[in-house]
């Protein structure tokens, strides 16, 4: 009885300590300025979105100043927070390499998750909080972060980069509303999930039979709210994937969803990881998901016949309209091999729809797979120093050096 005690003890003090350390703690720890900002939405979500508003370190890059400091907006991926993006420091970590080159830069957080776990008028212990699908993300939540951040820097255009469900929102938010392709400078697109009808590994295996259709099943989980399970979660993947004899088992396991077998993991960084991933959202995200694979489309929520019929007026539920996705750049996809969830086939699907609105970039190495695209130890080298001498080049900004080495010649 009294271990049992201490061990509720120890469980409650560790998620207190997890609790209190958010992205800015993540940013101020490396000497960077950071701002918390929070913003509702059109249907009374909360959103957080943190900001790196310019770099410590010594004179601004290219003598940028503090007018022409261009935004940019970072959006992470299903079950991730804005913490991903910093997990890999001041060195090797997107936010700070922008903030040093004199980018404004802006971590998004998704309805949902550990930092936007706020509603106007619903507690997340309620179904009605969770009643959310990726549509909501991509047509309300996306767009209303924008709108917030051209606002706030007095700008009518961004930089977007987007990871797995931040480019699935992407494409929705365009999709739905035409008119914000006009505000996005340069897009870059990191393991691009658009398309879900060759999805490979256990979820959608296991997944699509279940929840693939509107069923009861389905139903009943969609809006359960399991966001405590998630702090139960990595408490318990703490304890025992630290443990140097799960270590490597534990990785694997994480390969063995998102593309078998990689070696690029930073397993420095597996203690953040940990403490930060999962972070929360809706299983109608999920549900969504599985729809998409099911279908082999990229359409709305599908609510059954009957809810349907009120919500969209039709008995199936729309398909997105790709031909209204047209930035003012073509958007830059980076996909890999062995990515289990961005499958190739589905890629070179929707490069056909795309045609020259994107641009392709396959990573050469055969086993990056998709959290690669966040977590990999030369993620900076591979991906991220690409990323930046794109938008630098949009700027007009003196970057001599190409830095976009790591890619196949042929995408297809």
Request: glycine content about 6%.
């Amino acid at each position: 009885m009294q271990s049992r005690f201490v061990l509720k003890t120890i469980f409650l003090f560790s998620l207190n300590i997890i609790s209190a350390i958010d992205t800015c703690d993540g940013i101020t720890q490396h000497g960077y300025p950071c701002q918390t900002h929070q913003l509702t939405t059109t249907d009374g979500y909360i959103l957080t979105v943190f900001r790196i508003p310019y770099s410590h370190r010594g004179k601004t890059r290219n003598n940028v100043t503090t007018a022409s400091r261009p935004p940019v907006l970072l959006m992470n991926c299903v079950q991730c927070s804005s913490d991903i993006w910093v997990l890999l420091g001041p060195h090797n970590g997107l936010p700070f390499m922008l903030a040093n080159f004199g980018y404004d830069v802006w971590l998004a957080n998704a309805r949902g998750n550990v930092y936007s776990e706020k509603h106007i008028k619903f507690e997340p212990s309620s179904t009605a909080f969770w009643e959310f699908s990726l549509d909501e993300i991509g047509n309300i939540d996306v767009p209303a972060t924008i709108d917030y951040i051209l606002a706030a820097t007095n700008s009518q255009s961004l930089h977007y980069v987007g990871f797995s469900m931040g480019v699935t929102a992407f494409v929705m938010a365009l999709a739905s509303h035409p008119s914000y392709n006009q505000k996005i400078r340069t897009s870059h697109l990191l393991a691009p999930v658009v398309f879900f009808c060759h999805a490979r590994g256990p979820l959608p295996t296991l997944g699509v039979p279940l929840l693939g259709n509107n069923n009861p099943l389905s139903v009943r989980l969609g809006t359960l709210p399991l966001h405590q399970l998630v702090f139960l979660f990595r408490e318990v993947a703490s304890r025992i994937c630290l443990l140097p004899d799960y270590q490597s088992v534990c990785i694997q396991l994480l390969n063995f969803f998102v593309g078998w077998d990689s070696p690029y993991l930073n397993r420095n960084l597996l203690p953040e990881i940990l403490a930060t991933t999962p972070a929360g959202g809706s299983i109608r995200q999920y549900h969504h998901y599985l729809q998409l694979a099911a279908s082999c489309g990229f359409r709305a929520f599908d609510f059954g016949l009957e809810r349907n019929l009120r919500k969209y007026g039709k008995p199936k539920p729309p398909a997105y309209n790709l031909t209204n996705v047209h930035p003012k750049t073509p958007m830059e996809m980076y996909f890999s091999d062995n990515d289990f969830l961005a499958d190739t086939q589905d890629l070179y699907r929707l490069s056909e729809i795309f045609g020259k609105k994107a641009s392709w970039n396959r990573v050469k190495y055969m086993k990056f797979n998709h959290f690669d695209f966040a977590l990999a130890y030369n993620l900076k080298e591979c991906i991220y120093d690409c990323v930046v001498h794109r938008m630098q080049r949009y700027e007009g900004r003196d970057f001599n050096l190409d830095l976009c080495k790591c890619f196949r010649n042929k995408p297809f």
